[in-house]
């Protein structure tokens, strides 16, 4: 017994086409979004791929680019279909390979489903790939004369500008490496000789953090060095008083950037999905309803629809058996090969 069969007449299969052919073009529209998205994401992972650990991150985007190109062109190819649906001579054509077509749209909406899987999972290599990107390039942050590092300060300061953060974790992040180059100290003061003895690496560390930190909406003048020093400044204690850099780490502002847009991407991709069904089946009952015609020389004349021929546990079972007898097939070929090649020997 064939799958949610329907009866169809020509005002139906033409109402049908028409429909379809619109929410192929609707599903065009949306590929080219995806599309879109996929390129926008990769533009702004480059932005920042100095603070990335490794390139495995544009593997998404990628991925979200090719998915949209192909998309495009099974949308339009499906809405060139229906719109020759509607004259029985042209959709004559296409009879051949609607059938192999369907199947490509079938494992298409698979590699969909799995697309937007990775978009929602993307969140937790990300935040890993951010946290030694992050940690490496602030150990960078001094090396404005060393080439393939002399934008790294620069990189740094516009992203906490941008995100309005302060360091990897938090802005207790800065105070643990040397972030002012040795070309900016004064190696006879006596204060920056003391820092550099008391570090075992030989390292001038502070309790500082670059102007990059600081929020501009405070009112108080910004406090970027001897941030955890009370007696330094006027009225100031740091375990109470609000600071005025930025506390949030860059790390989490990254990944809930970066993480928000793969999740609204994750979210058009299944509705693309979803669209990308509807179109699957509305083909599918073009296909058999033309297929099913009383009298095919008759475009008038009455016919029926499915989805399947059979219900879904015999089709999987047809399937299954189809499978089975092209594995034993193979079997036979072998050990025909076999016997040859021992027969010549």
């Not at 009866?7 to 052919?21: G, T």
């Not at 369907?102 to 698979?110: A, H, I, M, P, R």
């Not at 475009?299 to 021929?309: A, F, Q």
């Amino acid at each position: 017994m064939a799958l949610m069969k329907v009866k169809f007449d020509l005002k139906k299969r033409v109402k049908l086409a028409q429909m379809l052919w619109l929410m192929y073009w609707f599903s065009v529209m949306a590929s080219v979004l995806v599309f879109s998205m996929g390129l926008f994401f990769k533009i702004e992972l480059r932005k920042r791929s100095e603070l990335m650990d490794n390139n495995e991150s544009h593997f998404v985007p990628n991925i979200l680019i090719g998915v949209g190109l192909l998309a495009c062109f099974l949308n339009a190819f499906g809405g060139k279909i229906c719109y020759d649906s509607l004259d029985s001579t042209k959709f004559a054509k296409w009879k051949s390979i609607l059938k192999p077509f369907l199947v490509c749209c079938v494992f298409f909406n698979f590699l969909l489903i799995l697309t937007a899987a990775l978009c929602f999972a993307m969140r937790i290599p990300l935040e890993f790939t951010l946290a030694e990107g992050l940690k490496n390039g602030m150990k960078f942050y001094k090396d404005t004369d060393t080439p393939g590092r002399c934008y790294m300060k620069r990189t740094l300061d516009l992203m906490q500008i941008e995100f309005r953060c302060c360091g990897n974790n938090n802005y207790k992040d800065w105070f643990e490496i040397q972030w002012v180059s040795n070309r900016y100290l004064d190696f006879s003061s006596k204060e920056v000789k003391d820092r550099i003895s008391s570090n075992v690496d030989g390292k001038y560390l502070m309790d500082g953090v670059p102007f990059s930190c600081c929020n501009p909406s405070s009112p108080r003048p910004c406090i970027q060095q001897q941030v955890t020093n009370n007696s330094a400044h006027y009225s100031y204690d740091h375990y109470t008083e609000e600071l005025n850099i930025w506390k949030r780490g860059c790390r989490d502002a990254l990944v809930t950037y970066y993480g928000g847009m793969m999740s609204s991407i994750g979210i058009l991709v299944l509705a693309v999905t979803l669209l990308q069904t509807a179109v699957m089946i509305g083909l599918q009952y073009i296909n058999t309803s033309l297929s099913t015609l009383v009298n095919p020389e008759d475009p008038e004349s009455e016919s029926e629809g499915w989805i399947l021929e059979k219900t879904v546990k015999e089709t999987f079972t047809d399937i299954m058996a189809k499978m089975k007898a092209m594995g034993k097939g193979n079997q036979v070929d072998e050990g025909a090969n076999e016997e040859a090649v021992a027969t010549a020997s």
